[in-house]
């Protein structure tokens, strides 16, 4: 007879994502802050890092203990100032179908204060891109950039935080 285990709190399950994830972040960053591969490690480097954050939102839907929240809330708010306008820039490129043509959600409101804006300039402004130095590569995509030197720091302070809100959600008094 085959059981089947029961599924784990929802956060217990965000911190093993959290943690694969922030551990993702790691390869495209020391790669851009090395001899990096360039673009593709940026857009690995934005897909790893918001899952890091979806996984504290998930965690975030199943703490009852205010103890907990104010972990994973203060870790949060680490993370956001360290890397903000991740989550847009990370929808720019999964929307790649929209805004290579000039047409995704942020360049369509971009366009509405400046018509006279092709959408060719669009596509353009919203062009995946590297710039910075060697040392302190920064992933630009439209307005919105992230400081590569700064990314294994966040994703380590998120995953961080998040253990303690598990930790403190399970009772426990410190790590």
């Known amino acids: 007879m085959t059981t089947i285990p029961s599924l784990q709190p929802p956060y217990s399950l965000a911190l093993g994502h959290a943690w694969l994830w922030a551990k993702a972040c790691e390869v495209p960053a ?60 990370r929808d720019v490129i999964e929307h790649l179908d929209e805004y290579a043509i000039g047409v995704g959600t942020e360049q369509k409101k971009l366009q509405a204060a400046t018509p006279s804006l092709t959408t060719a300039e669009l596509a353009a402004r919203y062009a995946l891109r590297l710039e910075g130095t060697y040392n302190e590569p920064i992933v630009r995509v439209g307005p919105h950039s992230i400081e590569a030197i700064k990314v294994p720091g966040a994703a380590g302070w998120l995953f961080e935080g998040i253990r303690a809100a598990v930790y403190a959600e399970q009772g426990h008094k410190s790590l």
Not at 44 to 51: E, P
Not at 55 to 66: C, N, V, W, Y
């Open 30 to 89: 020391a790669r851009l802050l090395g001899d990096g591969f360039g673009l593709p490690d940026a857009l690995l480097l934005l897909v790893a890092l918001r899952n890091v954050r979806r996984a504290a939102e998930l965690a975030g839907k199943s703490l009852t203990k205010p103890e907990a929240q104010q972990h994973l809330a203060d870790a949060l708010s680490k993370f956001d100032a360290a890397l903000p306008g991740l989550k847009e820039a």
